[in-house]
């Protein structure tokens, strides 16, 4: 049971890889062959080149390495965007809360909010990883988002077409909205899977088992579970 749970969430990267930063890196890959003659362009700059690729299997390859690089570069660029706009959210947040005279966090707690929001994502999925099957889902479909939106603000500058452009800058608009509100969601959903693992941890659950299809816990295990909520 636990090896096909291994399994599920090991796809879930290669799910990650491919959503999150191949598929956003090939739309904007295919704008970009749509706005250029890509052969007669690789011909006229590296024609000569001996060290390209010349069977169809090295291209192919050649495009999935691009669109995949791309990718990556749109996503760092979708993450900086957004946290622009979280830093824009909480400094309106904060405004806010000084009109109203309440306590505002500041960054020292904050970043010591987060540090433990972290520490305990990475103990609880390695007690109980089935819990964030739901939330690495998410966390994918935000990340595609991210990057699909930046894909089409790419996009605009490259499609030939006027109307094409107007449509695909409103679209990305859109995304980007729909972007910044996924990304507050997973955050959120974090801290609810977090708190769930808390929850089986108080009571007494034993942790998940890796590579082991029908065996029961050891009995070391059963009483450990009871100092399985992290300290602090």
């Given at each position: 049971?636990?090896?096909?749970?291994?399994?599920?969430?090991?796809?879930?990267?290669?799910i990650r890889d491919f959503?999150?930063?191949?598929?956003?890196?090939?739309?904007?890959?295919?704008?970009?062959a749509l706005s250029i003659d890509v052969q007669?362009?690789?011909?006229?700059?590296?024609?000569?080149?001996?060290?390209?690729?010349?069977?169809?299997?090295?291209?192919?390859?050649?495009?999935?390495?691009?669109?995949?690089?791309?990718?990556?570069?749109?996503?760092?660029?979708?993450?900086?965007?957004?946290?622009?706009?979280?830093?824009?959210?909480?400094?309106?947040?904060?405004?806010?809360?000084?009109?109203?005279?309440?306590?505002?966090?500041?960054?020292?707690?904050?970043?010591?909010?987060?540090?433990?929001?972290?520490?305990?994502?990475?103990?609880?999925?390695?007690?109980?990883?089935?819990?964030?099957?739901?939330?690495?889902?998410?966390?994918?479909?935000?990340?595609?988002?991210?990057?699909?939106?930046?894909?089409?603000?790419?996009?605009?500058?490259?499609?030939?077409?006027?109307?094409?452009?107007?449509?695909?800058?409103?679209?990305?608009?859109?995304?980007?909205?729909?972007?910044?509100?996924?990304?507050?969601?997973?955050?959120?959903?974090?801290?609810?899977?977090?708190?769930?693992?808390?929850?089986?941890?108080?009571?007494?659950?034993?942790?998940?088992?890796?590579?082991?299809?029908?065996?029961?816990?050891?009995?070391?295990?059963?009483?450990?579970?009871?100092?399985?909520?992290?300290?602090?």
């Open positions: 049971m636990w090896s096909v749970l291994g399994t599920l969430i090991s796809g879930f990267l290669l959503f999150g930063y191949l598929l956003p890196g090939a739309v904007l890959f295919g704008c970009l007669r362009f690789v011909h006229d700059n590296f024609g000569t080149a001996d060290w390209l690729p010349r069977s169809e299997w090295a291209i192919a390859a050649a495009v999935v390495g691009a669109c995949y690089a791309l990718g990556q570069l749109l996503a760092s660029a979708g993450y900086l965007v957004l946290d622009g706009i979280a830093w824009i959210e909480r400094k309106h947040e904060e405004k806010k809360k000084a009109r109203d005279r309440k306590q505002i966090e500041t960054k020292e707690e904050r970043a010591a909010r987060q540090r433990k929001l972290t520490a305990d994502s990475l103990y609880f999925r390695f007690r109980y990883p089935s819990l964030f099957i739901e939330l690495d889902r998410r966390d994918t479909i935000a990340v595609f988002r991210t990057g699909l939106t930046m894909a089409l603000f790419g996009s605009v500058a490259l499609l030939p077409d006027f109307w094409l452009r107007a449509g695909t800058f409103i679209a990305a608009t859109v995304m980007l909205w729909v972007s910044a509100r996924a990304r507050c969601h997973v955050e959120g959903f974090t801290e609810d899977t977090i708190a769930a693992g808390v929850m089986a941890a108080e009571a007494k659950m034993p942790p998940e088992r890796r590579g082991v299809s029908d065996a029961k816990p050891p009995a070391e295990e059963e009483s450990a579970a009871a100092e399985a909520k992290p300290k602090g």
